[in-house]
């Protein structure tokens, strides 16, 4: 295995940080997961201008151009010998003196991360996975911007352990409201009365990519859609409901807190997009 670090790709046992590095000390720093179909990488730019924007927030400057990062990614690919894969890219703010001053790092750290890519199971789709709803509470905009995609994943990591405890795919977490906001690593869409909702950004939550590919699709396809408020009860009185990001695409829920989600299996409306998704896969893809 072959990974980029800095300026040259190393193998994997030499691929090391400093231990001074802020993205080790603090979770200072961003980063984006991606997946590669058939050798060609969804929603590519897409990507990479949510990376620059997250970096530009916090004030890092990416070491490298755009379209630098963009053949690296490919880079890593070929270098792997990899068609279907995972992908990461991580940018810290880099190495420096132990404070948290950011003046004291001198230039970032660029980690492109390729593996084959493992699918989940075929019974996710066709039965639906079990989530729960956190009593970790979403860590506030104020506090943190969500659309912000950084390494302080902490919030998430907690509400992952309750998931994991409970034996649950997914944990959502809630505002300070009590309105639902997203997943640990994904966006949450309900079904009412054959009306698409998912939670709006002002809520709270990073706005996922393939949430926005999801939404135009339902356009597409004649379903109602909107970005709107949910509460718990929302989500457990569906008629469907369902998880997107890169790796999941649109992955059905028939469980909430060990309620039936409808009839308990996946709905109509999940199943269409899912299929939607699929068949226009390629409108997603980079160019090879």
């Known amino acids: 295995m072959?990974?980029?670090?800095?300026?040259?790709?190393?193998?994997?046992?030499?691929?090391?940080?400093?231990?001074?590095d802020r993205g080790f000390l603090y979770g200072d720093g961003v980063f984006e997961t991606l997946r590669a179909y058939r050798g060609r990488i969804f929603q590519l730019t897409e990507h990479l201008a949510r990376l620059e924007r997250s970096a530009s927030e916090l004030g890092i400057a990416l070491p490298v151009t755009r379209e630098r990062l963009a053949d690296l990614v490919r880079e890593s690919l070929t270098r792997n010998q990899l068609q279907e894969a995972y992908l990461r890219i991580t940018v810290s703010r880099g190495p420096g003196e132990i404070g948290l001053d950011p003046a004291l790092c001198k230039s970032p750290t660029l980690v492109v991360i390729a593996k084959p890519f493992e699918p989940y199971p075929a019974s996710f789709y066709t039965d639906g996975v079990s989530v729960i709803i956190a009593q970790t509470r979403r860590t506030p905009p104020e506090a943190l911007p969500p659309h912000i995609k950084s390494l302080n994943f902490l919030n998430n990591v907690l509400a992952k352990m309750e998931a994991k405890a409970a034996g649950s795919h997914e944990a959502l977490l809630l505002n300070h409201q009590g309105e639902v906001t997203e997943g640990t690593t994904s966006n949450v869409f309900v079904v009412q009365g054959k009306r698409l909702c998912t939670p709006a950004v002002e809520c709270g939550l990073l706005a996922g990519i393939t949430r926005g590919i999801v939404l135009q699709l339902a356009r597409e396809a004649g379903i109602p859609a909107a970005e709107t408020r949910l509460t718990a009860s929302d989500l457990t009185g569906a008629e469907e409901c369902f998880l997107t990001n890169t790796t999941q695409e649109v992955l059905p829920v028939t469980q909430v807190d060990g309620r039936r989600i409808g009839d308990g299996r996946p709905g109509e409306i999940t199943r269409l997009l899912h299929a939607s998704f699929r068949a226009g896969l390629d409108r997603f893809l980079d160019d090879l």
Request: glycine share 0%; no cysteine.
């Open 2 to 20: 072959w990974v980029y670090l800095n300026d040259r790709f190393v193998p994997k046992e030499e691929a090391v940080v400093s231990v001074f």
